[in-house]
C-alpha cells in the first residue's frame, strides 16, 4: 500500500481547505477534498487507504456524548451513564460524561482511530449539558470531558473537532 500522506503540521487545517462529510457506507473516495470526515466504526480500511492514497486526511467521526446501541462497544459504557434518549434519534441516549467508565470507552475509540489510520476525530454530541440529557451535570463537567477528549486526542498525535457545542 502507499504510505500515508506527510504529518499534519498545523493544530488546523489551512482556511481554503475542501472537506467531504460522508458519514454513511459506502463512502465515495473520489470526490476532489483535501479532507474526509468518516465514520470510525462504519467506514472499512481499505477507505482509509483509498482516501490517503489520494493524499487526502481522514478525520473518523463518532459519538462521543452519546451511546448508540448499534456500536460494537456499546455494552462496554456503564448501564448508569446511559441518560436519557436523543430527541428524533432512535437507540441513542446521552452518556454522563462525568463518568470514568465512559472515559475508558471513548480511550478505547481514540485508540482504535489510531490503529485505523485516522489523522484526526470528530467527537459528536459533546453538549450533553444543554440537553434534557437524565444527569443534570453542568457546563463546567462538559467543559472538563471535552477539555480531557481533546487532551487524549493530542497525546494520541490525533487532530481534534468537537461537534455541537456552540456556546
Known amino acids: 500500500p ?22 454513511e457506507a459506502p463512502v465515495d473516495t473520489t470526490v476532489d477534498a483535501g479532507w474526509y470526515d468518516i465514520d470510525l466504526f462504519d467506514a472499512t480500511d481499505a477507505v482509509i487507504r483509498a482516501i490517503h492514497a489520494r493524499g487526502s486526511r481522514v478525520i473518523c467521526y463518532f459519538s462521543a456524548g ?44 481514540l485508540d482504535l482511530a489510531v490503529r485505523r489510520g485516522c489523522d484526526g476525530v470528530d467527537p459528536d454530541n459533546v453538549d450533553g449539558y444543554s440537553n434534557a440529557n437524565g444527569f443534570g451535570f453542568s457546563a463546567s463537567d462538559q467543559l472538563a470531558y471535552n477539555r480531557w477528549l481533546a487532551s487524549e486526542a493530542h497525546a494520541r498525535s490525533l487532530l481534534v473537532k468537537l461537534k455541537n457545542d456552540v456556546e
Do not use: C, F, K, Q
Open 66 to 109: 452519546s451511546g448508540e446501541d448499534w456500536r460494537p462497544d456499546y455494552a462496554s459504557i456503564p448501564r448508569a451513564a446511559l441518560g436519557s434518549a436523543l430527541d428524533g434519534w432512535p437507540g441513542e441516549r446521552w452518556l454522563d460524561v462525568r463518568s470514568a467508565g465512559v472515559r475508558t470507552v471513548m480511550a478505547g475509540r
Open 2 to 23: 502507499p504510505p500515508p500522506p506527510p504529518p499534519v503540521t498545523s493544530a488546523r487545517p489551512d482556511t481554503n481547505a475542501t472537506w467531504h462529510i460522508d458519514l
